[in-house]
């Protein structure tokens, strides 16, 4: 039996090319994309990590800031304080340390080097070696006023070197200084696409306007003191105002932080790895059901010979073990090509992964388990039905294997479909929370119900809108699009992995247009102000800004806008603080109760689902905590309905800096005299904020294109991931062809013989690649469609006010789907037009 | 054994096209060289009168099936040239010989004749409409008339028992009126009475609709149908019958045997 599978396995080289790309394909998506998420983890684990203290000392916050969240705080540390932790018993050094975000590295141009949202960071150079997480590449360390230096991608990008002057934009003014040092940071020297500044303790002090103050302090434990330790008798001397942590604790809190900063894109590429490995499985299965029944003939000779049924599945399901090992392997590596391309596309995006890529353990389990498990199920299914078939059907000329019953698949795919039709009416009827996880098993639902009742609709389906193939194209119509419901199993099992690409991009390009109408029609109804001042991620800026800009003749109002986080009640909220006198003339809020004049003295005004989650009316008291412990008793002035323009929370700019905010803005929205000249007072404007390269000023539509713009991004990286997943559904069609016109190669010899032209024959072969695409692209819009709506509808409350189906693009998509089909025909067309007339008739 | 009469001119090829609907000069077909070398058919001269029921015999191997493709255009010849009508098919390439094929003439195979995903009568105008031609709706109804499967116009091949499924890929050979049917072993997997009707629709074809009809058998009686039996060994014609029974071509088979030619036939 061993030498009839092996034999078995090199007669049909071009059988084994198929499934084993498969298999290949299956592997190398789900390994490329556990490759690439491990690689990302780790670039921003090293990132957070590269601390080299064994403890770190930090003013305490109030409660845990999310790394979504700006900071917005400027609490530090007293320099007597450092003394204070030398002078613990087992403290090897200690060292204050000065850090903050918003300093840019400007190019020769004088414009902000692109970080990509990532922040500009500046800290204070470690004198103590041993404390410090950079290592110098080249030149010294900065020593005095007027000395930086740089990290070494940045240094990189510019094309800066030693003894280059820079000019840095910092929180404070805007700086000259020498370049003297290039450093790479922590072990991989990846900073995920943020540049790091170096400054001496003192300038950066200065920058920040700390005195002689640090923001925290590196410890050093001595031999023999465990962290643990440490950390006690440090927390004992320091008192409770200080945050006390271990260098594992931090690591931990910060990539704790990490997953909730990245969890979007992590759910992103599970869900990816999720497509990839249901899109591969579908493959391998489809192939290996298709090349055993192919086998029915070969096999049932064999039973006929005197093997056992037994005999003929182990020698099927051998086969298929030694394929799934190879094909595993060479999925393996080609999931590194594509956790390469997947990383050139998020670098494409601003974030950028240094350093190698990571193999782990995990993604080697995984590839081999899918590629072998998978094949061997695939395989072991349609070889028990092969064993099972009787001897003489080697006999027979045309053995067609029974069609099983749809049955079951009708069933299961009606209940799951009225279980999510069900979920996401009832999304539209619920309000607010819950909604959208509603609409997450709605969907989810509905996708698993199309997949088991796409075999059950695809005979209607290439029936009826098959129906204009003949009308078009006349007997290659006919023949294709009764090919393709010969199998509906098959049909719908290749639609299928379209189906689910198609639907999600549907679903997520009804989202963003939603949301890019609602953006519209948010800026059009609440923003009053002319011009927008701001970064384009909102990164916080110097208040000098305003102060120049208020100082221009035709500007009538200048509305400050800062962000951080608080305690309201006992639980924690983004926090806007702005200007209350001139709030009303720039951004207009929809006040349901009070007005903007509540923000006036201790004033707090929120919006409406913040006020309904804790019951506050206009009146009531609130107890507000800061990040940096300042309390502050609010009473409510105004409930607004929600908006985006500004945070759930907001207080006056006044209440913000004594509860110990930051002072540095975010927004800066600018309101014009009515009749000023445009031109010249935006001329006016521009001329104010030149010397500030960070921010950028934008008028009403420039502002929408700008948030618009991170809509279309977000989305594009998604239309991007989900390509790829298409892409492998493009490769499962060409499988599928092929493979169908391997098995009919005595038909098309005898359309050949007969008289069809080798052009009929592989417009045949397209059409019903065609009828297939459509098939899966009509069901993948038709579900993207309910999703789409039904997030957008559950996100309502969130600001999505807007609903829209962009329709164009969903013909575009239709159309899309129709030229996959095309394209997946080219090859199999090609191999069926070119077989010899006489040796396909002479095939069995 | 006639000799064949040559076209030299033009006038009179198309002379010779009046009288045979296909014929073939001198001609040769080798498979494959040095120690594989085959020799399937060897200097044959051969032609098919217009009207006439042909039968071709010999024992297995002896190049019968190689000359009906090459005659059919569905094979190239090493050497030598053949003629369907007034068409030299030696000198067309692949899409001259495709439109042959499709319009002038007829192939039944000896089994899995048909296309499973279309009925029967779908299968029988099939060339016409990949031609993109209308039947003739009265000669159609004639040929479904005369394989008697007016009932089962309808059905797919699978719910068609074999000899249906052979009379109807005889139907679709006639339907278009090519100038000449081939049939490979038509009845070789057919039991005698399916046999039988699929043989007297194509003697009926032949006699009645004035048919031209070339048929390779194993089958004495089934060469009985035939107007003329050709004989084939080692790649050659070696005999003629005319006017043939069972009885006669079985003593002519025989008489291979004793000579050894070609015994490993199974006749
Ligand atoms: N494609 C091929 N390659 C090599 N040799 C071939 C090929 N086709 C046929 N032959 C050889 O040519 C010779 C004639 O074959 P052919 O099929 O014409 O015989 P046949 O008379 O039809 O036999 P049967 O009665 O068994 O069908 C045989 O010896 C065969 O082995
Ligand atoms: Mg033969």
């Known amino acids: ?844 | 054994m006639t000799t064949v009469q040559q076209g030299t001119t033009a006038a009179d090829a198309l002379a010779a096209a009046h009288t045979y609907a296909a014929r073939g000069a001198a001609l040769s077909k080798v498979y494959g060289d040095g120690d594989t070398r085959v020799v399937a058919l060897d200097a044959v001269d051969v032609e098919f009168r217009r009207g006439q029921f042909t039968a071709i015999m010999g024992p297995s191997g002896s190049g019968k099936s190689t000359l009906m493709h090459c005659m059919a255009g569905l094979d190239s010849l090493t050497s030598g040239r053949a003629w369907i009508g007034e068409t030299e098919i030696s000198a067309l390439d692949d899409k001259g010989l495709t439109r042959l094929r499709r319009d002038k003439v007829g192939f039944i195979f000896q089994a899995f004749n048909l296309l499973p995903t279309l009925t029967a009568l779908e299968n029988i105008t099939l060339p016409m409409d990949i031609a993109g031609r209308t039947p003739d709706q009265a000669w159609l109804d004639g040929v479904i008339d005369a394989v008697g499967l007016r009932e089962r116009l309808r059905h797919r091949p699978t719910e068609l028992s074999g000899g249906q499924q052979q009379r109807v890929a005889c139907a679709r050979a006639l339907a278009s009126r090519p100038d000449i049917i081939f049939a490979d072993e038509p009845t070789g997997n057919l039991d005698s009475r399916s046999g039988a009707s699929v043989l007297s629709f194509l003697r009926t074809s032949v006699r009645e609709m004035g048919q031209t009809v070339v048929m390779v058998t194993h089958d004495p009686s089934a060469a009985s149908y035939a107007d003329r039996v050709l004989f084939l060994a080692d790649g050659r014609i070696v005999d003629e019958m005319a006017a043939p029974t069972a009885d006669r071509v079985l003593e002519r088979m025989k008489a291979f045997d004793t000579a050894g030619r070609g015994a490993t036939g199974v006749i």
Do not use: C
């Open chain 1, 1 to 844: 039996m061993w030498r009839t599978t092996w034999r078995s396995l090199m007669a049909h080289k071009l059988r084994l090319a198929f499934s084993g790309l498969a298999i290949v394909l299956g592997v190398a998506f789900v390994a490329g994309t556990m490759i690439f998420t491990d690689t990302l983890n780790r670039t921003f684990t090293a990132l957070f990590e590269s601390t080299a203290a064994d403890v770190s000392v930090e003013p305490a916050a109030a409660f845990e800031e999310g790394v979504n969240g700006p900071s917005g705080t400027t609490a530090h540390l007293p320099s007597a304080l450092v003394e204070q932790v030398r002078a613990v018993d087992g403290v090897a050094g200690a060292e204050g340390y000065v850090q903050t975000e918003g300093v840019y590295v400007l190019d020769r141009d004088g414009d902000v080097l692109d970080t990509g949202g990532a922040p500009g960071v500046g800290v204070s150079w470690f004198d103590d070696r041993d404390l410090s997480p950079s290592e110098l590449t080249d030149g010294r360390a900065p020593a005095r006023d007027g000395e930086v230096a740089l990290d070494q991608a940045t240094a990189e990008e510019i094309g800066y070197t030693v003894g280059d002057r820079v000019t840095l934009l910092t929180p404070g003014p805007r700086i000259e200084a020498e370049v003297v040092g290039i450093f790479t940071f922590g072990e991989d020297g990846g900073l995920a696409g943020a540049s790091l500044t170096a400054f001496e303790l003192g300038t950066a002090q200065t920058l920040l306007g700390l005195g002689d103050g640090f923001t925290g302090i590196n410890v050093l434990a001595a031999d023999g003191v465990s962290h643990d330790e440490l950390r006690s008798r440090v927390a004992a001397a320091v008192g409770r105002d200080y945050d006390v942590t271990t260098a594992q604790e931090q690591a931990d809190e910060q990539s704790a932080a990490l997953e909730e900063g990245l969890s979007f894109i992590t759910v992103l590429l599970t869900a990816f790895a999720g497509i990839a490995l249901f899109v591969g499985s579908f493959i391998i299965l489809n192939t290996f059901s298709m090349l055993v029944a192919q086998r029915t003939r070969e096999l049932a000779l064999l039973r006929a010979l005197g093997a056992g049924r037994g005999q003929v599945t182990r020698s099927v399901l051998t086969e298929a073990l030694v394929m799934g090992l190879l094909g595993s392997t060479l999925g393996l590596l080609g999931g590194f090509g594509i956790a390469s391309a997947l990383r050139a596309l998020f670098g494409s995006f601003g974030l950028t992964l240094d350093g190698n890529l990571v193999l782990s353990a995990g993604t080697i389990a995984w590839s081999y388990a899918v590629g072998v498990v998978v094949t061997l199920v695939a395989a072991y299914l349609p070889a028990r039905r092969a064993a099972a078939t009787p001897p003489v059907a080697a006999m027979r000329d045309d053995h067609v294997a029974a069609e099983r019953s749809l049955r079951r698949r009708t069933l299961t795919g009606s209940v799951l479909a009225a279980v999510g039709g069900g979920a996401l009416t009832t999304s539209l009827l619920a309000d607010g929370g819950g909604a959208a996880q509603l609409v997450g098993f709605g969907g989810l639902s509905l996708v698993l119900a199309a997949i088991a009742l796409s075999p059950v609709l695809a005979r209607p389906f290439a029936r009826s809108v098959g129906a204009i193939l003949p009308r078009m194209w006349g007997t290659t119509g006919h023949l294709a699009r009764e090919n393709a419901q010969r199998n509906p199993r098959r049909t719908a099992a290749t639609a299928s992995a379209l189906m689910v690409g198609l639907a999600l991009v549907t679903a997520f390009s009804i989202l963003g247009a939603s949301t890019n109408a609602s953006v519209d029609k948010l800026i059009g109804t609440s923003l009053r102000a002319d011009y927008v001042v701001s970064t384009a991620v909102g990164q916080p800026f110097t208040p000098e800004i305003a102060d120049r800009l208020r100082a221009i003749d035709e500007v009538d109002a200048i509305t400050q806008e800062r962000f951080g986080q608080a305690m309201l009640d006992g639980q924690g909220t983004l926090l806007a603080a702005v200007d209350p006198a001139t709030l009303d003339s720039t951004v207009l809020l929809d006040y349901v109760d009070g007005s903007s004049a509540g923000l006036l003295g201790r004033g707090l005004v929120v919006d409406e689902p913040t006020a309904d989650s804790h019951g506050w009316d206009v009146g009531d008291t609130v107890e507000m905590v800061t990040a940096t412990g300042d309390t502050a008793q609010l009473t409510v002035g105004g409930i607004f309905t929600a908006n985006q323009v500004i945070a759930p929370a907001v207080v006056s700019l006044e209440t913000f800096t004594v509860t110990g905010g930051a002072e540095l803005d975010r927004y800066v929205f600018v309101d014009v005299a009515d009749g000023a000249g445009t031109a010249s007072v935006r001329s006016a404007i521009e001329t104010a904020i030149d010397p500030y390269a960070v921010v950028t000023l934008k008028d009403r539509d420039e502002f929408a294109g700008e948030q618009k713009g991170q809509v279309d991004q977000i989305l594009m990286l998604i239309n991007a991931l989900l390509v790829l997943s298409v892409l492998i559904a493009v490769l499962g069609i060409v499988n599928t062809l092929a493979m169908s016109v391997l098995e009919r190669t005595r038909e098309v010899g005898l359309l050949r013989a007969i008289g069809m032209t080798r052009a009929q024959l592989r417009r045949m072969v397209r059409l019903e690649s065609v009828l297939i695409s459509v098939y899966g692209s009509v069901l993948g819009l038709g579900l993207g469609a309910l999703i789409g709506v039904g997030l957008s509808r559950a996100l309502s409350d969130q600001g999505i006010s807007e609903l829209v189906v962009p329709g164009g693009r969903l013909v575009l998509f239709l159309a899309i789907g129709a030229v996959i089909g095309v394209l997946a025909a080219v090859w199999p067309a090609r191999r069926a037009a070119r077989m010899q007339v006489l040796d396909a008739i002479a095939t069995t």
